[in-house]
T-cell receptor, first 115, second 111 residues
Framework: GENVEQHPSTLSVQEGDSAVIKCTYSDSASNYFPWYKQELGKRPQLIIDIRSNVGEKKDQRIAVTLNKTAKHFSLHITETQPEDSAVYFC??????????????FGQGTELSVKP | NAGVTQTPKFRVLKTGQSMTLLCAQDMNHEYMYWYRQDPGMGLRLIHYSVGEGTTAKGEVPDGYNVSRLKKQNFLLGLESAAPSQTSVYFCAIQVRGQPQHFGDGTRLSIL
């Protein structure tokens, strides 16, 4: 079945360093890849997304890259701050298909930014 | 809360009891989803709906039923609760072509 693998499961960085989280998906028909941030006890919140017709997208300190051939996509956070500490989830979807936009999530990465 | 309200926020059940979780939206979105979140496993899709009166199975549908009689409401039912259904349940809504937005979740414990 469809699957998304996410690595690492935990990541600890010093404030100001960069953090990279990687995901691999199995469904070659996936065409939409969102990233969600979830703080403890809160709901997942979308931080950035990318569609399969684009290789890279940036939003201030956050960027996502996509390699369709290898079925890999990654989240890059630069100049990390303590408030970036949270669990991050990647997901993949056939965004425009008749299945709606159902998301297959990775297992999550717990990011800890140490002051 | 992105226009999504989940009730209740917390609930404790005994094994074998039944209950219904409600997801209500005020945004007139077509698509609605129910996910469960367990430690170390991310979010997994239980059931979803692409419009009023329609539902479909997701990754982990067993033990759950859903209904969407009105466009604004998506109900998730547990007919006979089991300890394995202890989880945090999230509802999400979506307009076609836009990202999914999640409710605040329902924390369910089954003893």
């Amino acid at each position: 079945g469809e699957n998304v693998e996410q690595h690492p499961s935990t990541l600890s960085v010093q404030e100001g360093d960069s953090a990279v989280i990687k995901c691999t998906y199995s469904d070659s028909a996936s065409n939409y890849f969102p990233w969600y941030k979830q703080e403890l006890g809160k709901r997942p919140q979308l931080i950035i997304d990318i569609r399969s017709n684009v290789g890279e997208k940036k939003d201030q300190r956050i960027a996502v890259t996509l390699n369709k051939t290898a079925k890999h996509f990654s989240l890059h956070i630069t100049e990390t701050q303590p408030e970036d500490s949270a669990v991050y989830f990647c997901a993949a979807s056939r965004f425009w298909g008749d299945q709606g936009g159902k998301l297959i999530f990775g297992q999550g990465t717990e990011l800890s930014v140490k002051p | 809360n992105a226009g999504v309200t989940q009730t209740p926020k917390f609930r404790v059940l005994k094994t074998g009891q039944s209950m219904t979780l409600l997801c209500a939206q005020d945004m007139n979105h077509e698509y609605m989803y129910w996910y469960r979140q367990d430690p170390g496993m991310g979010l997994r899709l239980i059931h979803y709906s692409v419009g009023e009166g329609t539902t479909a199975k997701g990754e982990v549908p067993d033990g759950y039923n859903v209904s969407r009689l009105k466009k604004q409401n998506f109900l998730l039912g547990l007919e006979s609760a089991a300890p394995s259904q202890t989880s945090v349940y999230f509802c999400a809504i979506q307009v076609r072509g836009q990202p999914q937005h999640f409710g605040d979740g329902t924390r369910l414990s089954i003893l």
